[in-house]
């Protein structure tokens, strides 16, 4: 990321992050971390990750491990970690161990919040004042996807939605899928989402592919295919290149795509049902009907 990682960790907890000497590296680690595997990496030393893989001599074609994007990660011939020794915290001081699973929801908190806010900067260097927020929902798998929303103040504004899209498909590798939305839609809600590119995209003209060929990630099994009978590896993979949707309202058409906004700001439910009651249809709802109670529409 080119920056201090650990100064950015200690300011999301609100103190500073305790680093401890390492016993057998020239190095420092965190000092309450569970478990701390010191060691080196020796590039020319590659070994293959399973011993299917190794019997086979194939990489990319066996499971190794869960990947970010949801599938079961493959084996590949990688440089390999050499341990010299595996230190941890005094267990009394914090006893449980937090599991960090791939592609949970854990993960994503942590990943994803760093994305949408480089995702943010980059639309708002293009041009400022358009993008209003940048969500990554745990669907599009941290690295997979985003979901722009912007807010269309002149004619002039009318395309950069779509400049934004390709700079993330393009800036981020590997994306599979971009989406911009207008400020009358839930980012937040993926029901609002599908409702808004069920009604407001032209298959003809608001799907984009910007870069067929670029570089994407072996990670995903639609891009492993293209590698066809040769290994799945990198340099025998090709991205096709991602998809951007712009499901944007057109400048100029906003009375054509209005909303119905129900009053729920004016309605007291309470002065109708009784708690009971409202606890009882609060415990039936079930995904839009929470942007609906949210906003209205």
Not at 94 to 123: Q, S
Not at 164 to 191: H, K, N, T
Not at 238 to 247: K, N, P, T, V
Request: aromatic content about 10%; hydrophobic content about 40%.
């Amino acid at each position: 990321m080119g920056c201090d990682e650990i100064g950015i960790a200690g300011a999301v907890q609100g103190a500073p992050i305790r680093l401890v000497k390492c016993r057998t590296v020239d190095a420092y680690t965190l000092a309450d971390a569970e478990l701390v595997l010191e060691g080196y990496v020796h590039p020319r030393d590659r070994r293959y990750e399973t011993a299917q893989s190794e019997e086979a001599g194939v990489q990319g074609r066996f499971h190794f491990h869960p990947e970010w994007a949801g599938y079961m990660g493959k084996a590949y011939k990688a440089p390999t970690f050499h341990v010299t020794a595996v230190t941890m915290r005094r267990p009394e001081t914090k006893p449980i161990i937090y599991c960090l699973g791939v592609h949970m929801l854990d993960d994503h908190n942590i990943d994803t919040t760093v994305r949408e806010a480089a995702i943010f900067e980059l639309c708002e260097r293009l041009q400022p004042g358009i993008v209003q927020t940048v969500v990554i929902p745990y669907c599009m798998t941290d690295w997979g996807g985003c979901i722009i929303q912007v807010k269309k103040r002149h004619q002039i504004d009318e395309g950069w939605q779509r400049n934004f899209l390709a700079a993330a498909l393009a800036c981020s590798q590997g994306m599979r899928l971009a989406i911009a939305v207008s400020e009358d839609v839930d980012p937040y809600s993926m029901d609002d989402v599908m409702w808004c590119l069920t009604t407001r995209v032209n298959p003809q003209t608001d799907i984009l592919n910007p870069i067929p060929g670029g570089r994407g990630q072996t990670f995903m099994p639609a891009e492993r295919m293209t590698a066809g009978g040769a290994q799945w590896t990198a340099s025998n993979t090709r991205f096709e290149g991602g998809m951007g949707i712009d499901a944007t309202v057109p400048f100029g058409y906003e009375s054509d795509f209005l909303r119905p906004v129900y009053p729920v700001d004016k309605v007291r439910p309470e002065d109708f049902f009784s708690k009971e009651d409202l606890a009882n249809a609060k415990s039936r709802m079930h995904g839009w009907v929470h942007s609906l109670a949210r906003s209205g529409r």
